[in-house]
T-cell receptor
Framework: AQKITQTQPGMFVQEKEAVTLDCTYD???????LFWYKQPSSGEMIFLIY??????QNATEGRYSLNFQKARKSANLVISASQLGDSAMYFC????????????FGTGTRLLVSP | NAGVTQTPKFQVLKTGQSMTLQCAQD?????MYWYRQDPGMGLRLIYY???????DKGEVPNGYNVSRLNKREFSLRLESAAPSQTSVYFC?????????????FGPGTRLTVL
């Protein structure tokens, strides 16, 4: 079974609007971490945001926030006030357990921001 | 501070040829990783090294070998390249002192096997 599921192959959003990228995960561990990475067309992987399973508040980093719903096993990325430079692939990833990080990635969502 | 560097950036091989992908990090991280990225499949872990002197198989290790040369360097070797190994290869490193420590990625190597 897939550990990380990203059901949206592609998303479109207009500049300055907010967009939500979906991510659901599957784990039996009580302790785990969820990550979002951005991959622009240049190819590098850029870390965006992290949410720990014991964190009571949703993580935020600037225009990025993570809508963490533990009971539903979802960790959606919300980008507020989209910018043209946000056009990229976005990957959700999970680390099970604590300490050493072996990440499992989803298949990604391609976001296109239009003017 | 260059972060994670990878060489080469691009490579074309013929089936059966061998090559080594080099990776180095200057962040004094203990853990290093090799991933491959194929269209529509996200990143998949090939091998990892939790600390200097140790290496372990990831999800897709067949056809690859690795060497953790020292704390900074982690190389990936293809002994006999196959067209199925055409992919983009990423090296990453991380520290494990905190659960929030993230993996930092190199720029990738685009490999084509003919």
């Amino acid at each position: 079974a897939q550990k990380i599921t990203q059901t949206q192959p592609g998303m479109f959003v207009q500049e300055k609007e907010a967009v939500t990228l979906d991510c659901t995960y599957d784990t039996s561990d009580q302790s785990y971490g969820l990550f979002w990475y951005k991959q622009p067309s240049s190819g590098e992987m850029i870390f965006l945001i992290y949410q720990g399973s014991y964190d009571e508040q949703n993580a935020t980093e600037g225009r990025y926030s993570l809508n963490f719903q533990k009971a539903r096993k979802s960790a959606n990325l919300v980008i507020s006030a989209s910018q043209l430079g946000d056009s990229a692939m976005y990957f959700c990833a999970m680390r099970e357990g604590r300490g050493f990080q072996k990440l499992v990635f989803g298949t990604g969502t391609r976001l296109l921001v239009s003017p | 501070n260059a972060g994670v560097t990878q060489t080469p950036k691009f490579q074309v091989l013929k089936t059966g040829q061998s090559m080594t992908l080099q990776c180095a990090q200057d962040m004094n991280h203990n853990s290093m990783y090799w991933y491959r990225q194929d269209p529509g499949m996200g990143l998949r872990l090939i091998y990892y090294s939790a600390s200097e002197g140790t290496t372990d198989k990831g999800e897709v290790p067949n056809g690859y070998n690795v060497s953790r040369l020292n704390k900074r360097e982690f190389s990936l070797r293809l002994e006999s390249a196959a067209p199925s190994q055409t992919s983009v290869y990423f090296c990453a490193s991380s520290e494990i002192e905190s659960d929030t420590d993230t993996q930092y990625f190199g720029p990738g190597t685009r490999l084509t096997v003919l």
